[in-house]
């Protein structure tokens, strides 16, 4: 649980028929200050327009939190119950993970009140102190609480991570997975996703995965994507021997990190031999640079290679961010006499894209861009 | 031309339900599914044409109050044309309440020194909605603009058709905003009583889709018209002469309906009454 969203106190704020908006209890006690409560309390306890709405408030420092119910019955005073149970953070913490949380505990004290007289109850009520110090405690511990609060009724509450958007997944890309294969349960997955996962090897990119896997390529993308977005797999670029790439600052890990070192070694070795050396493997790395294809590099370091396998070299590197693809856009130089197709010429497109949209190889595109004045090609 | 009206007094007075009678054709019964007002309830009513009343339902519970006293102070009580401050006759913290008086005359006095008070004194469980309309009519008479000119026309259509009362009503709400009467009459509220009468009838025909145009009702002693008066009001005439046919007192009160509109329009120039004799 980062310390972004730890919560500084539970409140639980009620509409007292004469006294009017009050904060009933609050663990701990006396954290949000008489000032505090009166600039934010017309977004706690609310008209009926903002009622049963998710309210965040930020004010003198902190975030406040909070779900405004409101149970409306002739037998409560002024004809309605309104209450609102809710959270303070500090007003520069990062709170999305907790807001699925103050709602469905808003949800529960409705369906608390609404079968028990739960909260209505004054006796019933005051059991609300030891649930919140509870809730208070092991959200920020744990980053979950499972609470019984009567014999039929247990509260499960969780924070779930919020995870960053994934990229969008080009047909062009490859999907290697980041943990070992055979660890994976299949069975918790989607069928589209299972259909295509025997595909997934690390040098099949998306467009061939799905003529392979007879899935249609968006589905197969949008798989991808899920995958992306858990952490399960990490998109690198199709493999050639004339690819280029160079190293990356990143590289010095290599140096430094006892257990990437290991991870790596153990992944680039080819099968029944001896282990590669980390001076072998470093040095590989290192002869990546622009100008320099793969295939170069295969010539150039034939010892290395020895007992290294370079297409496991070259996923590693760039799985780790230790190498970058070198990718080659064509732009075109010159307005007028059309080639085509044109509109891929804008120096945004990369071979390996124009390569998959036309169905050309790249010896093909290769050939046909050199021999076309109009067409320079920029490698970035 | 707007004028704002502060509704204020203690929590569960009756603020709320007075106002949804008055002025939003609800009956007593409706005003028991009422919720709390939270903080202040905005409401606009428009009145006889060209006024506007800016309502202001303040809530009257505690945290509210100390609210309006202290951040709120300017925001509630500038510009305020009248004032209404409602005490719940049953209320057992008058020390409380007085308190909460005086902090409001103060801030009154401060911010809108040309205001006028009312007080109000309710029993929420007993419903006299005869001395609800007394006070509120007394209240929106302060309140209309060329009440004066209206009182004297008034007068002078009477006298000319010879009527024993006539009686004027702001369209919506049936408040009797101006009167004229000959001679002393025995029944001090009746005014009240019929405002609610016909405020009833008004209900029973809208809920038959049909809209209270005119009545008459005729006995031996007497005849009382009550029609659409100009685009704003309703009048009623009581003819207490026999001799009188309907339909002259008709012919007369439309030619006068003319005459009143121009009234109502506060900037339009006076025009003398032509009346029809018999």
Redesign the interface.
Known sequence: MGSNSRIECIFFSE????????ITYQVPEEYISRELF?TV??YI????ELQNKLITVTAMEKKLIGCPVCI?H?KYS???LLFNLGFVCDARAKTCALEPIVKKLSGYLTTLELESGFISNEESKQKLVPIMSTLLEELNAKGECTLPIDESNTIHVKLIDQRKDPLIVQEYDVPVFTECKDEFFRSQWDLTTQQILAYIDGFRHIQKISAEADVELNLVRIAVQNLLYYGVVTLVSIFQYSNVYCTTPKVQNLIDNKSVQEECLLYVTKPGQKRASLRDVFQLYCGLSPGTTVRDLCSRYAQQLHRVDERKLIQFGLMKGFIRRLQKYPVKATRGDRSRPPQLYTGCHSYDEICCKTGMSYRELDERLENDPNIIVCWK | MKKKVLLMGK??SGKTSMRSIIFANYIARDT?????T??V?HSHVRFLGNLVLNLWDC?G????ME?YFT?QRDNIFRNVEVLIYVFDVESRELEKDMHYYQSCLEAILQNSPDAKVFCLVHKMDLVQEDQRDLAWSSIVYQLIPNVQQLESNLRNFAQIIEADEVLLFERATFLVISHYQCKEQRDAHRFEKISNIIKQFKLSCSKLAASFQSMEVRNSNFAAFIDVFTSNTYVMVIMSDPSIPSAATLINIRNARKHFEKLERVDGPKHSLHMRMR
Do not use: C, M, W, Y
């Open positions: 509409f007292h028929p004469t006294l009017g908006p009050k009166d309390q017309v306890i609310t008209k009926p409306e002739k002024r004809n309605a | 929590s569960g028991r599914r009422l919720g709390a939270i903080d309830e809530g519970q505690d945290t509210f609210n951040s």
